[in-house]
């Protein structure tokens, strides 16, 4: 049961566009989400989160939309660069459920120089 | 801030053997520390929740005689792989997180199982 899902796998980004990177959950009692930026063979470094009491968290160029009603949340970098490619997870928890991360399968992005 | 420092980062050995990894928090007191497992293309799957002066909760279908887990202070967790076998051959990370409440998880750099 995937409760947190990236439904794509890979994203190409013209460097200086917008990447938009997505992701939908199921488990309505999710209430904290998070960001994580991975590369191959080291650990995921966060990036943002957001609380369910907003629908939206700006930090520089990373900003994180939360659409409770969809159970959906996107995260915008603009803009990209060459070093924003990376695998991309977002993760989810709930108070409820001890706090642990729920994290989706992830999405790889690829900036084009 | 929130530098969390896993070691050894690569370990091959022979099967039989246990391993111990170490997750450490450099710059601040984690209340609560996490072991995850990855398999290669997949996300990270969480093994066991610690908390210091406690016994860690282990998620189903982790066995607690194979993963013991140790969280003796506010800075240091251990991950000791028993009697390891090939199908244990993974990445192990671990994350870190302050406080309670709505607080990110900061994650090591992870360690690159390999059982011969």
């Known amino acids: 049961d995937q409760q947190v899902k990236q439904n794509s796998p890979s994203l190409s980004v013209q460097e200086g566009r917008i990447s938009i990177l997505n992701c939908d959950y199921t488990?309505?009692?999710?209430?904290?989400f998070l960001w994580y930026k991975k590369y191959p063979a080291e650990g995921p470094t966060f990036l943002i989160s957001?609380?369910?009491?907003?629908d939206k968290n700006e930090d520089g160029r990373f900003t994180v939309f939360l659409n409770k009603s969809a159970k959906h949340l996107s995260l915008h970098i603009v803009p990209s660069q060459p070093g924003d490619s990376a695998v991309y997870f977002c993760?989810?928890?709930?108070?409820?459920?001890?706090?642990?991360?729920?994290f989706g399968t992830g999405t790889r992005l690829t900036i084009i120089p | 801030g929130a530098v969390v420092s896993q070691h050894p980062s690569w370990v091959i050995c022979k099967s039989g053997t246990s391993v111990k990894i170490e997750c450490r928090s450099l710059?601040?007191?984690?209340?609560?520390m996490f072991w995850y497992r990855q398999f290669p293309k997949q996300s990270l799957m969480l093994m066991a929740t610690?908390?210091?002066?406690?016994?860690?909760?282990?998620e189903q279908g982790v066995e607690k005689d194979k993963f013991l887990i140790n969280h003796a202070s506010l800075t240091l967790s251990t991950l000791t792989v028993t009697s390891a076998h090939p199908e244990d051959s993974s990445f192990y990370i671990c994350?870190?997180?302050?406080?309670?409440?709505?607080?990110?998880?900061?994650f090591g750099d992870g360690t690159r199982l390999s059982i011969l």
């Open positions: 710059d601040f007191q984690a209340t609560t």
């Open positions: 957001i609380s369910s009491i907003k």
């Open positions: 993760a989810a928890s709930a108070r409820v459920g001890n706090e642990k991360l729920t």
């Open positions: 610690s908390n210091e002066g406690s016994k860690a909760t282990y």
């Open positions: 994350s870190a997180r302050r406080g309670d409440g709505n607080q990110p998880q900061h």
């Open positions: 488990n309505s009692m999710f209430d904290y």
